[in-house]
């Protein structure tokens, strides 16, 4: 009921939306560096040494299945950071994170995960990825529905953070999100902890968008549509789902904030012993 509540509050209506980028995002700074290309189906973020850049979605969401194909820096990316989220505003903000950190030529890129619950995150998997992730466009999703927020990558869930309100956890729920998205520097921790700086003398560094969907909620309009309950809205990982996703963490996952106890000291954040 809680949840039904919240939809009509939020006047949501589910979309399927996929195409031109021209509708879906705003370029939101970088001076020139964002670029929406071949009539709205390439979208590319730059950064130089000035400066990087960044854009938007023109709509706010709340639940849905939302995929991007994203190509990364290649080459010495260290230092970088390509940043894609959802995220809503204010200092009790809920988001969701994809961060991709740059790194030197042949070396795997870091991509890094966190769940913002009302303000606070400290939810951090950081995982090596099973591609070169620079080489071509590969597909990251967020599916978020009412009991699950599920990471996945062409496909392949590599993490599921669940609703455990009953146990006093924060879920993100209640706040409606934008898509954002950033190519930025970050070279005082994003590689080897800051020890790896950015070669400015490979910039421009490019990273590259196509073939947004967004099977969601959207704000703004009267309902949420009926054909969602039986697609992302009730979907949750299968038997196959979670052994791949198994196979992904013990061979890919880097950092595990629940297995962290020297960062949390007074205790590991309770969604560990339950997860």
């Not at 000035?50 to 190509?71: A, C, P, R, V």
């Not at 038997?239 to 000291?265: E, H």
Request: aromatic share 14%; charged share 20%.
């Amino acid at each position: 009921m809680a949840v039904l509540f919240v939809l009509g509050l939020c006047a949501l209506v589910a979309v399927a939306a996929a195409g031109n980028l021209y509708q879906d995002f705003d370029v939101t700074w970088g001076d020139g560096r964002a670029k929406i290309l071949n009539n709205g189906q390439l979208l590319t973020l730059s950064l130089d040494k000035t400066s990087g850049s960044g854009f938007q979605s023109k709509n706010e969401y709340l639940f849905g299945k939302i995929d991007m194909q994203i190509k990364l820096v290649p080459g010495n990316s260290a230092g970088t950071v390509t940043a894609y989220y959802l995220s809503s505003q204010g200092p009790t903000h809920d988001e969701i994170d994809f961060e991709f950190l740059g790194n030197l030529s042949g070396d795997p890129y870091t991509l890094h995960t966190n769940v913002f619950t009302q303000g606070k995150g400290n939810r951090e998997m950081q995982f090596k990825l099973w591609f070169d992730p620079t080489e071509d466009f590969h597909t990251y999703s967020i599916l978020w529905n009412p009991r699950h927020v599920i990471f996945m990558v062409d496909g392949t869930p590599i993490r599921d953070f669940k609703n455990l309100e009953s146990r006093g956890i924060a879920f993100p729920k209640n706040q409606p999100m934008r898509i954002y998205s950033s190519l930025w520097n970050a070279d005082d921790w994003a590689t080897r902890g800051g020890l790896v700086k950015t070669d400015w003398s490979k910039a421009p560094f490019v990273a590259s968008y196509r073939n947004f969907n967004a099977d969601a909620c959207v704000r703004g309009s009267s309902k949420c549509g009926g054909s969602t309950k039986s697609g992302w809205w009730n979907q949750e990982l299968d038997l196959t789902s979670q052994g791949r996703m198994r196979w992904v963490q013990k061979n890919y996952m880097i950092y595990n904030y629940c297995n962290d106890a020297k960062r949390f000291p007074q205790g590991l954040p309770p969604e560990c012993a339950i997860a």
